[in-house]
């Protein structure tokens, strides 16, 4: 199973860090033809400067990434993404593709761009919240919850609720018993209800 996770100037580490981290340990539970092939992607450079300076080596980008199966869009100074119209045009088809589409923190609102979420149960970081309801009234946009699952569709609220989401997620593809194991694994006190 391929899982993208598009990161961008500015993306917030753990957004993504956290994800990575549970799709990969989740990894080392499972046959070898079971695995999470969990990478990377970017836009065009491959060299990403994350929140505060983290350089990052992304696996792929959107000309040469393999088939996913599920895309995790994360948050950060988003702000510069949602004008850009190849990041936006390029989240929609992929949506259409992917079993499972999620975002970490401020990523819902490049989903909300992409029309992906248009009245959906939503979620952001709690900083966002109001933002996100003004930007994109038509959203069911909620507070006080770590994620919210819309069957295909799971936003997360900020930073290290994308570790609760994705572990979530685990369970969801897997099952719960392989999340619970991660978690252990992680020493993270998961958040399983939202």
């Known amino acids: 199973m391929n899982i993208g996770i598009y990161i961008y100037e500015e993306a917030e580490v753990l957004d993504f860090s956290g994800p990575f981290e549970v799709f990969s340990v989740a990894s080392r539970f499972l046959q070898e033809d079971e695995k999470f092939n969990v990478f990377l992607l970017s836009e065009k450079e491959k060299t990403i400067i994350a929140r505060g300076g983290y350089r990052v080596n992304t696996h792929f980008t959107f000309e040469d990434h393999p088939s996913l199966d599920v895309l995790v869009v994360v948050g950060g100074v988003h702000i510069h993404e949602l004008k850009k119209s190849s990041v936006i ?105 939202n």
């Open 89 to 193: 045009k390029w989240i929609e088809e992929e949506s259409k593709k992917v079993k499972l589409i999620a975002s970490v923190c401020t990523g819902a609102f490049l989903l909300a761009e992409a029309n992906v979420i248009t009245n959906h149960k939503v979620t952001t970081h709690w900083e966002d919240i109001s933002d996100l309801k003004n930007d994109y009234p038509l959203l069911d946009v909620v507070e006080d919850v770590r994620w919210v699952d819309e069957g295909d569709i799971v936003t997360s609220a900020g930073i290290s609720a994308g570790i609760d989401m994705s572990l979530h997620l685990v369970s969801k593809i897997k099952d719960e018993e392989l999340a619970l194991k991660v978690a252990r694994k992680m020493q993270f006190d998961w958040s399983r209800n």
